[in-house]
């Protein structure tokens, strides 16, 4: 499968603990971005990556999180301390195309997360 | 407000109906637009894009109109299998990031 990925699928945590989720992209994409979506509700933008730069983040990304790209292929997305209002799917999207230009994004199958 | 806007939903009608759902955009510097469809508990996929000159894929049209800020899809001759959540998108700001509707759901009965 050539999609984009993303581990682990679902994560329960208690409130107050970190945790890290993972995206791997479509592997020439040199864009990721990371959506967190709640239900009911369409997905919400949260940062962007173009190739291992972090060029924008939403006033969503409260300072308890943290995304990184270091090479510029897979992505981290950490939240420190969970609360109970970060339980969502965050999602990761990739695509290929310079700044300032659209190209098609891909989702990956998101990471679900429950903070108890 | 929310930056997209979408009829309330849900939509619930039978096999061969003919659906429209709408939706408005409040950033008159948004650059693309699409519609997106999500099945349940699945990623987004992208359906189609909207032009101003509108566009049709199969029995889904698409229709922007710029100066009213207004989005629509309409879809024919519905199956059951496009039953599914579709949110209207557009694009905004250098990173070209994703701006979402809440989505309306469809449920296409027997």
């Known amino acids: 499968d050539t999609g984009v990925s993303q581990d682990p699928r679902h994560k329960i945590t208690k409130r107050g603990q970190n945790v890290t989720f993972r995206c791997d992209p479509i592997s020439e994409h040199n864009r990721l971005y990371w959506y967190r979506q709640t239900l009911g509700q369409g997905p919400e933008f949260l940062t962007y990556?173009?190739?291992?730069?972090?060029?924008?983040k939403s006033r969503l990304l409260s300072d308890r999180f943290s995304a990184e790209r270091p090479k510029g292929s897979f992505s981290t997305l950490e939240i420190q301390r969970t609360e109970q209002g970060d339980s969502a799917m965050y999602l990761c999207?990739?695509?290929?195309?310079?700044?300032?230009?659209?190209?098609?994004?891909?989702f990956g199958p998101g990471t679900r997360l429950t903070v108890l | 407000r929310k930056e997209v806007e979408q009829d309330p939903g849900p939509f619930n009608v039978p096999e061969g109906a003919t659906v429209a759902f709408n939706c408005t955009y409040s950033n008159s510097a948004s650059q693309s637009f699409f519609w997106y469809r999500q099945d349940c508990r699945k990623e987004p996929k992208l359906l189609m894009s909207v032009y101003s000159s509108g566009n049709e894929d199969g029995r889904f049209t698409a229709q922007l109109n710029r100066a009213s800020q207004y989005i629509s899809l309409l879809i024919r001759d519905s199956k059951l299998s496009d039953s599914a959540t579709y949110l209207c998108?557009?694009?905004?700001?250098?990173?070209?990031?994703?701006?979402f509707g809440s989505g309306t759901q469809l449920t296409v009965l027997p």
């Open positions: 990556f173009q190739n291992e730069a972090q060029l924008e």
């Open positions: 999207a990739s695509s290929l195309g310079d700044r300032g230009s659209y190209n098609e994004q891909f």
């Open positions: 998108v557009v694009t905004t700001g250098s990173a070209r990031q994703l701006t």
